[in-house]
């Protein structure tokens, strides 16, 4: 599975966009970008997934460059329940599995 | 509410016990996983069924077997449990074998081996 690099930790503010950005430079054409996230003493929660366009959802929305090398998890406006683990993981067209990395840990400030 | 569900939530066991891991869903998905989550690390999978009859390793296998009983239910079974085994177990699934459906996880068992 190709590997995707995230910082290990952001902080941003109540009530404010949140972009959160993940870099797969040795993604293949038929990988998938998937975003979960897990709070606080929770299981993962499926947040979104994308192949090459921007999709959005009830959640977030998600930006993939046109090189589809990186893209951004966009949380629009962040509340203190964003406050969790956001991973970024690939998966190829036909993968049997998820591979989870160490996501990046996002605070929340009042 | 429709999920999946994991029991128990929490055990302790001695070193060399056994027990068996619960996971049922209720989503009529094909595919199902088994997880375990080490304090401050990412998820890890040990096992999973692609599709009911069918069981495969995954990155951490070592020490567990697993059985996929009917197309709700895959459980995680510890043979001789070792402190190495303390962790956080998710069970998941998925509506097919390929990795662009989502998934859907349990609430997790916290395990210590003592």
């Known amino acids: 599975d190709a590997k995707t690099t995230q910082p290990n930790s952001m902080e941003s503010n109540e009530e404010e966009p949140v972009h959160l950005p993940c870099n797969h430079s040795t993604i293949s054409g038929t990988d998938y970008i998937h975003w979960y996230r897990q709070l606080p003493s929770q299981g993962p929660e499926y947040v979104i997934h994308?192949?090459?366009s921007n999709v959005n959802n009830r959640m977030a929305s998600l930006a993939i460059a046109e090189d589809r090398k990186s893209s951004t998890l966009i949380l629009h406006r962040a509340t203190l329940r964003d406050a969790a683990v956001y991973y970024c993981i690939l998966s190829s067209q036909g993968a049997q599995k998820l591979v989870f990395g160490q996501g990046t840990r996002l605070t929340i400030n009042p | 509410n429709a999920g999946v569900t994991q029991t128990p939530k929490f055990q302790v066991l001695k070193t060399g016990q056994s027990m068996t891991l619960q996971c049922a869903q209720d989503m009529n998905h094909n595919s199902m996983y088994w997880y375990r989550q080490d304090p401050g690390m990412g998820l890890r999978l040990i096992y999973y069924s692609a599709s009911e009859g069918t069981t495969d390793k995954g990155e951490v296998p070592n020490g567990y077997n697993v059985s996929r009983l009917n197309k709700r239910e895959f459980s995680l079974r510890l043979e001789s449990a070792a402190p190495s085994q303390t962790s956080v177990y998710f069970c998941?699934?998925?509506?097919?074998?390929?990795?662009?459906?989502?998934?859907?996880f349990g609430s997790g068992t916290r395990l210590t081996v003592v």
């Open positions: 998941a699934s998925s509506e097919a074998g390929l990795a662009n459906y989502g998934y859907t």
């Open positions: 994308g192949l090459t």
